[in-house]
């Protein structure tokens, strides 16, 4: 018999140092594009791009890998950004009207930005409201020494850089008005101050544009006007011509005007020429416009905006014209800001401008200007993920080489508007190592798309687009028919970008996806219950689908399904491009969206899960295998479907009516008249909820109805070679978990690859599991004799993993909401559990096992298995004794959608949405990091005095909180701590994943488990009741503790 004692929790020291040597917490990377961006500077000799957001949030990208990023104190947004050229600082404005300057900072690791100061415009006092010194426009001289900012009130003022001291130059609306012809003045203001424009030739004078129309060329030297320009239109925007002998204005009219600069005419009445590009009929206005040359003569002319108000004043639209030249992008998502990238040295004589760079609401656009046609350049960082909703990701790591080519050449072959030429913004350095491994994140989509990304390193870079909705019959050829009628229309609009927020079909949406990296087999599954089997293929394809039906309801009668209707396939043979080509589609019936999929590769077999049941289908001889219901007789609402607009309501009713039943329950016990004992029972609970308050318990867990809603909903699903017909044979297996905490698993009959077209493959079903708690069962995974995770399809037979062992006894990890539990198999008894814990209730959201290398030695790792709850902590535990390891809160709780898409990988990583467009990647592991490594060379002539303060790049949506194994346990202040166990230093008993016999944590309450076992014999039935009845002195059953 096992002896045990008790002693006071304590840490082990060996054990603590492997712990830091196995993991570290740390946010890495952001991938994918910022959200609500807001501003855009570029730095044309640090070759350095920088983003502002309506968050607070700077953003710094240069050549692919180099990035970093700061973070406002006060969450503001950034209205305005600015590089001080070539000294590697920022200037932001933010709506609070608040000046900061930011610096890019030297690290052992790498360079990083830091605030160094900030400064607000005083008013003068009894003169300017608050309003009249809101900033409107900032130019940082070239010189880097001097910042001229413009206000609402008229007024520029000065300040010297990069000190923020406030020069006595202001320059006040009264000062101009005073030589301003009489005619022109009307008694009106000037109005705010819209464009400050530094004279490309004489860097003291700045050309300063007023809201109302009027343009003045100011001399900082001698403080008095050069030239007077009497517009008449209201002013955008203004841009110099590289010579300086003339400039180029933009107005609300949706036209811009031509304005020569000569000494000989101090005021200019009329422009040079003035053109409405879009007229006659009215405009919007002209919000910005470049006027660039070029060595081949007519310069280029670049204008967002000024699109005819009644036919595309909804378009957000940029035109570039050069000659007879004319192309108008049209974007999906309102242009932010662009500029071009082209030659700044002042002893050339033209711009010759290579590139132009467009920042949208919802992506980055880059237009290769040198070569015909203007075709676009592919960005490899700041890739719209969310081009359409991400719905679902899967992320594969270790891809094998031939794999990742095949998929990176069908990526290819599908730019058609594409050019290679090399990436315009390529400041900095990358220091980052090449990954040792190639990751792929696959995020499927709601207008059915599945997108392949390049996980491997820092920038999130699209590989390939898969899409699904070609295979049925959609609105989606009407469409393609009206934009190709409509192209010869005026304007001459190209559309670019792939930002496309909308669904031709909801019930396109890809709901799960699975990938075999060995076999190019990938399955995915919709929101209308489509599961697509695709192969791939390096030549196109023009071939038939086979399309097969399973009804997962299996003639239940008392069920209607009042959901959307299943989507209709295509008839004939569809063209498909390289790639995944689908070959077959399975449809299951009622058409509900699918919650589980899996795949196994050498078996030719997938399953899949909805709310209703599961199937397993055999896709080499296109046939059903199995298809199992599993709804509650009172699982109506699974027959609504996700867009019924009476579930909620029907939901809401239903709790109600069941509180209210419950307090007149609870109503009924309570003892009504006063006496000792109802007294002395009072103080017990409120010490009791007093000791609630100091000390962590675990938590009471409140069995569940069985007649809970969507009780039928498979949450997962698994394949496994291992025991469950008895201890001596192994063989396939598949396992489902339901929303009822319901396991099932069947033994499989599959036939040798040599057989596969004869003989079909048979299902039995072997065990049934009942949790007690009836919590959802999350995640199902079967370890071997060892406690280690089994290999993936291919990875024995092809000599890529260890193979299992097979001579001890296999168990299965069951993950519920409420706890983890390792039963030994095939007689499915309860070895170990662990029950999560929190005063405010946690459950589960996301499980994975992972492989945790250690920094101190490469042949050392332990397998862990990690979870994510609601509260939005990570856990880890070790396996198979549920040893908990550390614990680190990452994502807040109230960010329900961040916690739901989180994706772990097999090395300790992870992946969640921090907005629609943004995933936050971080490491669990001490060995695994992917993060920037990367460093800025400047030269920096003004020294700053020592920062006020210094801002580490925030994390965007958590902290990082490492706890000891105090603050990790579930249980009191004793644990229960086993003879058997050795010192650490022992190699057999150093990890976690040890196979010593652990005993059932019986810690808390126990739980009894409900297992119908179907294939043993009637003697092995008899011969186990027998000895059970005789041991426990109990009623003959098949019920375990």
């Known amino acids: 018999m096992m002896k045990f004692r008790f002693r006071r929790q304590g840490n082990d020291p060996q054990r603590e140092k492997i712990k830091q040597d196995l993991f570290a917490f740390n946010k890495t990377v952001e991938h994918g594009f910022p959200n609500q961006p807001s501003a855009l500077a570029y730095d044309p000799k640090l070759q350095l791009m920088a983003i502002g957001t309506k968050s607070g949030a700077i953003k710094v990208y240069g050549f692919p890998g180099v990035e970093f990023t700061g973070l406002h104190k006060d969450t503001a947004t950034v209205t305005q950004l600015h590089f001080l050229h070539g000294q590697g600082r920022i200037l932001s404005l933010l709506d609070d009207n608040t000046l900061h300057l930011w610096e890019i900072g030297q690290r052992e690791t790498g360079s990083h930005l830091e605030e160094v100061r900030s400064f607000t415009i005083p008013g003068r006092s009894g003169i300017e409201s608050t309003s009249a010194t809101r900033v409107t426009v900032l130019l940082p001289k070239l010189s880097c020494d001097l910042l001229a900012v413009g206000t609402e009130g008229g007024g520029v003022h000065f300040l010297e850089l990069p000190s923020f001291t406030l020069l006595d130059k202001s320059l006040f609306q009264d000062e101009i008005m005073q030589s301003v012809p009489e005619e022109y003045k009307c008694g009106k203001s000037l109005g705010p101050v819209e464009s400050l424009q530094e004279h490309p030739q004489y860097p003291d004078k700045i050309l300063i544009g007023y809201s109302r129309g009027l343009v003045v060329l100011w001399d900082l030297q001698s403080r008095r006007v050069d030239n007077y320009f009497l517009g008449k239109q209201q002013l955008e925007s203004l841009v110099w011509e590289r010579s300086g002998n003339s400039f180029v204005s933009s107005h609300s009219d949706g036209g811009y005007m031509v304005w020569s600069v000569s000494s000989s005419t101090p005021c200019t009445h009329e422009p040079v020429t003035s053109t409405i590009t879009y007229g006659p009929f009215p405009c919007k206005a002209v919000n910005k416009i470049l006027w660039r040359t070029t060595e081949s003569g007519a310069p280029l002319v670049l204008f967002s905006g000024g699109m005819p108000r009644a036919s595309y004043g909804d378009r957000h639209c940029l035109t570039i014209l050069q000659d007879s030249q004319h192309v108008t992008l049209d974007f999906t998502s309102r242009v932010i800001d662009f500029f071009t990238v082209h030659c700044t040295d002042r002893d050339k004589d033209f711009d010759d401008p290579s590139a132009l760079v467009v920042l949208l609401e919802e992506e980055l656009v880059v237009i290769d200007l040198q070569t015909a046609g203007w075709p ?265 479907g996700p867009l019924s607009r009476v579930k909620s309501l029907k939901k809401s009713l239903r709790q109600s009516f069941r509180r209210i039943r419950k307090s007149r329950v609870s109503g009924k016990k309570r003892v009504l008249v006063s006496s000792p004992s109802s007294k002395v029972q009072e103080a017990n609970a409120q010490l009791a909820e007093q000791d609630a308050e100091v000390t962590p318990v675990q938590r009471r867990i409140e069995p569940r109805s069985a007649d809970d809603s969507l009780s039928g909903v498979v949450r997962c699903l698994c394949f496994a070679d291992t025991f469950l017909r008895d201890g001596t044979h192994h063989g396939p297996t598949m396992w489902a978990g339901t929303n009822s905490g319901c396991v099932y698993a069947y033994a499989l009959d599959v036939p040798s690859q040599e057989k596969f077209s004869e003989q079909s493959v048979e299902a039995l079903l072997g065990k049934e599991i009942q949790l007690m708690h009836r919590a959802p069962v999350v995640s199902i995974a079967v370890l071997d004799g060892r406690g280690n995770p089994l290999p993936e399809p291919y990875e024995v037979s092809r000599d890529l993993a260890k193979a299992p062992d097979m001579q001890g006894s296999h168990s299965v990890l069951i993950a519920s909401e409420e706890q983890f539990k390792v039963f030994m198999l095939p007689k499915v008894s309860a070895k170990t559990k662990f029950k999560l814990t929190a005063h405010e209730g946690c459950r589960v959201r996301k499980v994975a096992l992972v492989n945790f290398c250690s920094v101190a030695s490469e042949d050392y790792s332990e397998n862990g298995l990690v979870c994510l709850t609601n509260l939005g902590d990570i856990h880890v535990f070790s396996i198979p004794a549920l040893r908990p390891q550390v614990r680190y809160d990452c994502i807040r709780k109230e960010d329900i959608s961040g916690i739901a898409s989180c994706v772990f990988t097999k090395t300790g990583q992870g992946f969640y949405l921090i907005s629609p467009s943004e995933y936050e990647r971080f490491s669990l592991s001490a060995r695994v990091i992917t993060e920037p490594l990367c460093q800025v060379e400047f030269d920096r002539p003004h020294d700053s005095s020592e920062p006020s303060f210094c801002a580490v790049s925030p994390q965007a949506n958590g902290t990082h909180k490492a706890q000891s194994m105090g603050e990790s346990r579930s249980a009191g202040d004793a644990e229960v701590v086993f003879d058997e166990v050795s010192p650490l230093s022992s190699p057999a008993l150093d990890s976690p994943n040890s196979s010593a016999d652990i005993t059932l944590d019986t810690t808390g309450e126990l739980t009894l488990e409900d297992v119908k076992d179907f294939l043993v014999t009637v003697d092995e039935a008899e011969n186990n009741l027998r000895n059970r009845s005789e041991e426990d002195g109990r009623p003959s059953g098949i019920l375990i503790n």
């Open 376 to 640: 676009t350049i592919p960005a490899p960082y700041l890739a719209p993920l969310h081009s359409s909703a991400i719905t679902c990701s899967y992320h594969i790591s270790n891809v094998p080489t031939k794999l990742w080519e095949r998929v990176v050449c069908a990526g290819q072959q599908q730019g058609t508007l594409q050019t290679h030429t090399n990436w315009p913004i390529c400041g900095g350095k990358n220091f980052a190592p090449d990954p040792k491994q190639q990751e792929l994140l696959l995020t499927g989509h709601e207008d059915g798309t599945v997108r392949f990304w390049d996980a491997s390193g820092v920038s999130l870079r699209p590989l390939y687009k898969l899409s699904t909705s070609n295979i049925f019959q959609t609105d989606c050829d009407h469409n393609d028919s009206l934009n190709q009628a409509s192209e010869e229309e005026w304007p001459p609009f190209r559309k670019v970008g792939c930002f496309d927020p909308y669904s031709d079909d909801p019930r396109l949406g890809i709901q799960k996806i699975c990938l075999c990296k060995y076999s190019g087999k990938l399955v995915v599954a919709g929101t209308a219950g489509q599961v697509i089997v695709l192969y791939l293929s390096d030549e196109k394809s023009d071939h038939m689908i086979d399309v097969a039906t399973l009804d997962l309801l299996q003639d239940r009668e008392g069920f209607t399904w009042k959901g959307h209707d299943r989507l209709p396939p295509k008839s004939g043979p569809v063209l498909f491009a390289p790639g995944f080509q689908p070959v077959v589609l399975v449809q299951c019936m009622p058409p509900a969206a699918v919650t589980a999929v899996t795949l196994h590769a050498e078996w030719n077999l997938i399953a899949f899960g909805t709310s209703h049941g599961f199937g397993l289908f055999d896709y080499h001889r296109r046939s059903p295998v199995l298809a199992r219901c599993t709804l509650h007789p009172n699982d109506s609402l699974a027959m609504e």
